[in-house]
């Protein structure tokens, strides 16, 4: 029978890790003690990268949020949009017709949509990263609770 190994992972910290784009640092979680921390992209930094990978069962790799998920996020809240001055502004912002800005910035103009987005891009990154969660068999103190519960 496998043993639960309860650890304290900041969810802040965790989510910070996710949601950065910084390309030239990856971010890895610590399973025995729960520290998330980076390691620079840099070529000096490929032992440690070695280490790291030769421990796999107790480091995780974090994944980066990248274009592609920002574009996901992007194009599903412009199908919801309503306004079709607005929907046209963001879709060309998308495509990088001209005149475009950033998604963001044009959204200041429109504070229903900016919260509304906000709150789409929160559900986002928390859903992939509860899944992300599962697929390497860490779980919440509320998952753990529950299956107490069922037991």
């Known amino acids: 029978m496998a043993s639960i190994h309860s650890v304290e992972i900041s969810w802040e910290d965790l989510l910070g890790a996710f949601t950065s784009g910084h390309l030239d640092k990856a971010y890895y979680l610590d399973r025995l003690t729960g520290e998330i921390f980076f390691v620079p992209s840099t070529s000096d ?5 070695q280490q790291l990978q030769n421990n796999g069962e107790r480091f995780l790799e974090i994944p980066p ?3 592609q998920s920002e574009r996901q996020i992007v194009s599903e809240f412009v199908a919801q949009i309503s306004d079709p001055e607005l929907r046209i502004l963001l879709n060309n912002s998308l495509a990088g017709r001209k005149p475009f800005g950033k998604i963001e910035d044009i959204l200041s103009f429109y504070p229903h949509e900016e919260d509304r987005f906000a709150l789409l891009k929160d559900r986002f990154l928390s859903n992939r990263l509860k899944s992300w969660m599962e697929e390497n068999n860490l779980f919440t103190a509320d998952a753990l609770l529950k299956v107490a519960k069922h037991l």
């Open 65 to 67: 949020f990248d274009y």
């Open 45 to 49: 930094s490929n032992e440690i990268r």
